[in-house]
């Protein structure tokens, strides 16, 4: 057998990885709804069995704390599968490049921040950084990523965004924030979907987020890194082809 060149064997891994999130995002939630429509049922069930038979209350409250942890998960999954299904709109979705100032996004974006955040402080460049990206999709980038530095920041998070100017007309952009940092040997997992590092009960989320801003990143010809410390703080940062202004 002919080994396929390098450049056309990753044309079919993407291709095959694409497919892959088309099909969970479309063939899973059929089955899920069964789950999710009937799982509430089977807790009405139980609840009436349990009021018709008083000597079976225990075996009842057993089966309706089952019946109450199917409706759980059945409700994380049905969010992880959207979460990909999302994942996969970005691989696919139609980019129209052209010059965006990433600074006037995030201002603009600031209001519905500090809507949720009404104690963050945000600190943004004064000039413009123009760069050659799809409008929609940095929106999406900025959003995840400020929304990401607030939520691990808060109750009072304080965030830095700085823009510098690199070689070959390319921008640096980055959000720095005050939050809980992590290990940076785990940095690498984070770029992955449903990658976690601390528990659900102190930061809520999937932990798809930075896996949309590396899809949506590299779909630009831009590199998204991050770097932090346990207790120090996190700095994501884009490196962007830059666009005349």
């Known amino acids: 057998m002919t080994a396929l060149p390098a450049a056309q064997e990753l044309a079919l891994l993407r291709q095959q990885h694409e497919a892959l999130l088309r099909a969970i995002a479309h063939d899973l939630p059929a089955p899920l709804r069964h789950i999710q429509s009937f799982a509430p049922l089977l807790v009405e069930s139980v609840q009436a069995l349990a009021a018709a038979a008083p000597h079976a ?13 199917m409706q759980q998960g059945a409700q ?12 996969s709109r970005a691989s696919r979705a139609t980019l129209t490049p052209q010059a ?7 201002r603009q974006l600031l209001p519905t921040l500090l809507q949720q955040y ?22 999406q980038v900025l959003q995840q990523l400020l929304a990401n530095a607030c939520k ?43 990658a976690r590092l601390h528990r659900e009960s102190q930061f809520p989320g999937l932990g798809c987020g930075l896996a949309l801003v590396q899809v949506l990143a590299m779909r630009h010809g831009a590199q998204a890194g991050i770097t932090a410390q346990p207790g120090g703080g996190c700095r994501v940062s884009l490196d962007w082809p830059g666009a005349d202004a």
């Open 152 to 194: 691990f920041s808060a109750p009072a998070p304080l965030l830095r965004v700085q823009a510098e100017p690199l070689a070959a007309g390319r921008w640096r952009l980055s959000v720095q924030d005050n939050g809980v940092g992590f290990d940076p040997a785990q940095a690498g997992q984070l770029f992955r979907p449903f």
């Open 57 to 69: 209350q225990e075996a009842a409250a057993d089966a309706l704390e089952f019946a109450q942890f």
């Open 76 to 87: 994380r999954m049905g969010q992880m599968v959207q979460a990909l299904a999302e994942l």
């Open 118 to 139: 009404p104690q963050a402080g945000i600190d943004l460049p004064s000039q413009p950084a123009w760069l050659q990206a799809d409008s929609r999709a940095l929106t």
């Open 100 to 106: 965006v100032d990433a600074v006037a996004l995030c």
